[in-house]
């Protein structure tokens, strides 16, 4: 059975599974972004908690995914449903780059800029959504990026622990030894990561503070 | 008799011309807008000011001369607590500045910088009305006070809708200043704003910024390190050096100072002018 019979064969199945797909992506970045910007603003303002905050990120990064999935299987509730193991999971490993280009962004802002806005009389709340997060925009965007297509990538192995999602069709394909069912999981993921790093590249090009030369 | 009578209501009128002029004259002298009271400022243990005791009359432009690391920026940014300061007390308007709540205080005094710092994100035009947003002005009384700004500060209004980056040096300064003048505050802080220009530049700004102050009033306090500019503007000039104080006076009075230090740094801008003679 070739590859264009398998697809079209299960076109509704594999619908299904890039739907799964999907959902554990946007539910699990959703859900990093509410996480990972606000630690990378407050770390921007208490020097102290940088550090720290950084390194844990750091150490969820360098967990093998397989083992991660394993270690939050006895967490009450989420262990409880495959698939919000795997939002968790796949949150947690997102949160890395976005805390990391939040804070990079907000630090990246011109420090005269900042000053002229705190001396004319700027509370720190209309400095932050006015001056440092608009400009901060495109570095926190170019974040958002490298999360949304790190996890379209890991929301395949979701498969091993029974979440589903364009996984499962890799597994069984190996499983089968048949390329063209390891395709028809592939291809799709794949297309989805360059669908999503384009339109996150023309927003990210959006949000760069007007540069006219 | 008639002409009694005129030359006599000209005399009163003369009289009382005069008794004004005296008047504004001791005001200007004896009215305190910003007042350093024995102020010390630490930063890790180092003093960067000790024991400042200054004053700031309305209408005013104080220059704080001194060269790098003298404190004269640190004792601007104690005024409108960028910076707090560690012993003594600041007066602005008769009022501790501890007392002054942060946010009102910083719109009440106006802050121009070296770098500027305008929005890069925002036109001109909302760079300059961004405080008066803030502060739920309409947007055309907005609009309308942004051109006026520019033309105070000789800028074409069509400038209101580029973006910094596409002006030129002495354009954003005047913008900058422009900025600082938004919400009309009675005082102004002004860190070397004229710093990164070229000379020509520089003399064309301060000229126009001495012509602008005699019109607003503004009470003006000016960190340089140039004494060329500090002459040229200040109504004083008060010499910082590692923190201290070493004198205040008129211009005049500040070139045929005796003190030591002064002299150093009269003699140091001297030199420029010896060179020029030897040509």
Known sequence: ?213 | MRTASVIHSNMVIGAHEISTMTKAAAEQTTDPVIEFRDVEYESNGRAVLRHLNLTINRGEILVLLGRSGSGKTTALKLVNRLLTLSRGEIRVDGRDVKAWDEIKLRRHVGYAIQDVGLFPHYTVERNIGLILSLERWDKEKIHARVQELLRLAGLNPDLASRYPNQLSGGQRQRVGVARALAADPPILLMDEPFGALDPLTRADLQREFLSLQQKLQKTVLFVTHDLHEALRLGSRIALLEAGSLVSVGSPGEFLSSLDQLVMKYVEAFGSIEEARGRK
């Open chain 1, 1 to 213: 059975m070739n590859f264009w019979n398998f697809m079209s064969q299960n076109r509704l199945e594999i619908a299904d599974l890039t739907l799964e797909h999907l959902w554990m992506v946007g539910m699990s970045t959703l859900l990093a972004l509410a996480v990972g910007i606000p630690l990378g603003i407050l770390i921007s303002r208490r020097p102290v908690l940088r550090k720290p905050v950084i390194a844990i990120a750091n150490i969820i990064q360098t967990i093998p995914s397989l083992a991660l999935f394993g270690f939050l299987l006895p967490a009450p509730w989420i262990g409880a449903r495959a698939t919000r193991l795997a939002i968790l999971a796949l949150m947690l490993y997102s949160l890395l780059p976005l805390i990391r280009n939040t804070y990079a962004g907000i630090a990246g802002v011109d420090r005269a800029v900042v000053q002229a806005a705190r001396g004319m009389g700027l509370t720190e709340w209309q400095l932050l959504f006015k001056v440092q997060l608009p400009l901060a925009a495109s570095v926190i965007l170019a974040g958002v990026r490298v999360a949304i297509v790190i996890s379209i990538g890991l929301a395949t192995i979701a498969a091993a622990i029974g979440a589903g999602g364009l996984g499962e069709l890799i597994f069984r394909g190996l499983a089968m030894v048949n390329n063209s069912v390891i395709l028809a999981g592939a291809i799709p993921a794949a297309l989805m990561a360059l669908a999503a790093d384009t339109l996150l590249g023309w927003l990210e090009k959006r949000f760069t503070p007007q540069l006219a030369d």
